[in-house]
């Protein structure tokens, strides 16, 4: 604990002040023991997720492997039938080598695998913990994002502090099987209004990109069309060139 009534270890002072006194500053800084720098969402145009039961067999560090080899710069840990321990081992060596790849890595639901690996974020859904829980938790310098399914919940991220929302799905998609898909109209919602980075998803493929491309998004986010596909690094070239002829 940080020092009573302050703040909580690696919490900053901001927001305590008047009741902080410098030796509480120092507490935290010592208890803390390292400066953090705040891990920036990266502008970029695909998002990868895994999937291990729609990957052909392959492992799932295998089809990273492929991801970025890609030039993928963030990708999601996104493993719903695996145990913790299976998680956390696997996660240990995918933050090794996004790292080395300079690729942000963000773990799906699970905020104590993220936080043992140090991976640089966490991904929530509306059912999930809340935002402020998952940022009490894992500090200010990580990234935080959060699935939206309409404008509302968008606008509840944005205020909440979330550091991107994903928005979608925008058509029904078998990864995420009885999810209603928003359509086209929340896209463009998000586009005209949000103030932080927000990652399209849903069914997007080399049929539907350019299309909801045009439509503004400038991120997308894809689990099947690039786990399930044979040729990974090609599928990611050619669902990247799409978008940007979408965008000419
Ligand atoms: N989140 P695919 S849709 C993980 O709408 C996920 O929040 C969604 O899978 C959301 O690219 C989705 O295979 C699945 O369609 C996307």
Same mark, same amino acid.
């Given at each position: 604990?940080?020092? =009573? %009534?302050?703040?909580? @270890?690696?919490? &900053?002072?901001?927001?305590?002040?008047?009741?902080?006194?410098?030796?509480?500053?120092?507490?935290?800084? +010592?208890?803390?023991? $390292?400066?953090?720098?705040?891990?920036?969402?990266?502008?970029?145009?695909?998002?990868?997720?895994?999937?291990?039961?729609?990957?052909?067999?392959?492992?799932?560090?295998?089809? #990273? $492997?492929?991801?970025?080899?890609?030039?993928?710069?963030? *990708?999601?840990?996104?493993?719903?039938?695996?145990?913790?321990?299976?998680?956390?081992?696997?996660?240990?060596?995918?933050?090794? +080598?996004?790292? =080395?790849?300079?690729?942000?890595?963000?773990?799906? &639901?699970?905020?104590?695998?993220?936080?043992?690996?140090?991976? &640089?974020?966490?991904? #929530?859904?509306?059912?999930?913990?809340?935002?402020?829980?998952?940022?009490?938790?894992?500090?200010?310098?990580?990234?935080?994002?959060?699935?939206?399914?309409?404008?509302?919940?968008?606008?509840?991220?944005?205020? %909440?502090?979330?550091?991107?929302?994903?928005?979608?799905?925008?058509?029904?998609?078998?990864?995420?099987?009885?999810?209603?898909?928003?359509?086209?109209?929340?896209?463009?919602?998000?586009?005209?209004?949000?103030?932080? @980075?927000?990652? #399209?998803?849903?069914?997007?493929? *080399?049929?539907?990109?350019?299309?909801?491309?045009? $439509?503004?998004?400038?991120?997308?986010?894809?689990?099947?069309?690039?786990?399930?596909?044979?040729?990974?690094?090609?599928?990611?070239?050619? *669902?990247?060139?799409?978008?940007?002829?979408?965008?000419?």
């Amino acid at each position: 604990m940080g020092v =009573k %009534g302050h703040h909580a @270890p690696g919490g &900053d002072c901001k927001g305590a002040a008047p009741l902080c006194p410098p030796e509480a500053c120092l507490a935290s800084f +010592l208890n803390n023991g $390292r400066f953090r720098m705040r891990i920036p969402f990266p502008d970029t145009d695909i998002y990868a997720l895994t999937d291990s039961r729609q990957s052909r067999g392959r492992s799932t560090l295998e089809v #990273v $492997r492929l991801m970025l080899e890609a030039g993928i710069k963030v *990708l999601q840990y996104r493993e719903k039938d695996k145990d913790g321990g299976e998680m956390l081992r696997e996660c240990m060596e995918i933050r090794a +080598l996004t790292r =080395k790849a300079g690729c942000c890595f963000i773990v799906n &639901d699970h905020v104590d695998i993220a936080m043992l690996c140090e991976a &640089d974020g966490v991904h #929530v859904g509306q059912t999930d913990l809340p935002l402020a829980a998952v940022r009490r938790l894992l500090g200010r310098d990580r990234v935080i994002g959060v699935s939206t399914h309409a404008w509302s919940e968008a606008e509840q991220a944005m205020a %909440g502090g979330a550091d991107y929302i994903g928005v979608g799905p925008i058509f029904a998609t078998a990864t995420k099987a009885g999810a209603t898909p928003v359509g086209y109209a929340y896209l463009e919602r998000a586009a005209a209004g949000c103030t932080i @980075p927000f990652v #399209v998803i849903g069914g997007i493929n *080399l049929g539907t990109i350019a299309e909801v491309a045009r $439509r503004g998004a400038r991120c997308c986010g894809v689990v099947s069309a690039i786990t399930m596909a044979e040729d990974i690094p090609g599928t990611i070239a050619a *669902l990247r060139q799409r978008m940007r002829e979408a965008r000419l």
